[in-house]
T-cell receptor
Framework: AQKVTQAQTEISVVEKEDVTLDCVYE???????LFWYKQPPSGELVFLIR??????QNEISGRYSWNFQKSTSSFNFTITASQVVDSAVYFC???????????????FGTGTQLKVEL | EAGVAQSPRYKIIEKRQSVAFWCNPI?????LYWYQQILGQGPKLLIQ????????DSQLPKDRFSAERLKGVDSTLKIQPAKLEDSAVYLC??????????????FGPGTRLTVT
């Protein structure tokens, strides 16, 4: 069975600090996808990134970057120069191979609450 | 492009009552998902539809929960009778569907259910 572990329950930083959110996953599949979602206080989950298991290149999008390492089964998320608007719960999720009939099943971690203070 | 719509946003009911949630996915998204998110936890998939057919309902408590997507667009999720432990946020999501790739899911604002 697949599993996602986000060991950091809550992180507090001061604005402009860099912060890294950890994600460790378990799967038996050789083909899988990893995701990060942001859940601000409004409650709606916002898609941030999708990465498949064959692409280990790190990705940068503005102040966001992701470090995927298959050797350690980790997919960590770094926010550079954090801002108050980054305050939210961040979820890492894993999807294994496509289900018969289409679509995919996401397994979420328990989330990391990030608080960015002035 | 309009996002995933859900209603109501909030609902308070007493235990043993019934409740229904509605979801309208993003236009063109064949796959629709219902998740349950208990406070402090990640979302847990309840049921997944591909058009109007069920793909996965292995985690749906079928003795009290039911869902349908009759015309392959809108969907309703019903709980009857509700229990205290059903208090949670119910999230609807939708995605494109492909044979050879996995697409990201887009989520609605959720319905916060409180059972007293």
């Amino acid at each position: 069975a697949q599993k996602v572990t986000q060991a950091q329950t809550e992180i507090s930083v001061v604005e402009k600090e860099d912060v890294t959110l950890d994600c460790v996953y378990e799967t038996r599949d050789t083909t899988y996808y990893l995701f990060w979602y942001k859940q601000p206080p409004s409650g709606e989950l916002v898609f941030l990134i999708r990465r498949n298991s064959f692409d280990e290149q790190n990705e940068i999008s503005g102040r966001y970057s992701w470090n995927f390492q298959k050797s350690t089964s980790s997919f960590n998320f770094t926010i550079t120069a954090s801002q108050v608007v980054d305050s939210a719960v961040y979820f890492c999720a894993l999807s294994e191979s496509i289900l018969t009939g289409g679509g995919n099943k996401l397994t979420f971690g328990t989330g990391t609450q990030l608080k960015v203070e002035l | 492009e309009a996002g995933v719509a859900q209603s109501p946003r909030y609902k308070i009911i007493e235990k043993r009552q019934s409740v229904a949630f509605w979801c309208n996915p993003i236009s063109g998204h064949a796959t629709l998902y219902w998740y349950q998110q208990i406070l402090g936890q990640g979302p847990k998939l309840l049921i997944q539809f591909q058009n109007n057919g069920v793909v996965d309902d292995s985690q749906l408590p079928k003795d009290r929960f039911s869902a349908e997507r009759l015309k392959g667009v809108d969907s309703t999720l019903k709980i009857q009778p509700a229990k205290l432990e059903d208090s949670a946020v119910y999230l609807c999501a939708s995605s494109l569907s492909g044979i050879s790739r996995v697409y990201e899911q887009y989520f609605g604002p959720g319905t916060r259910l409180t059972v007293t």
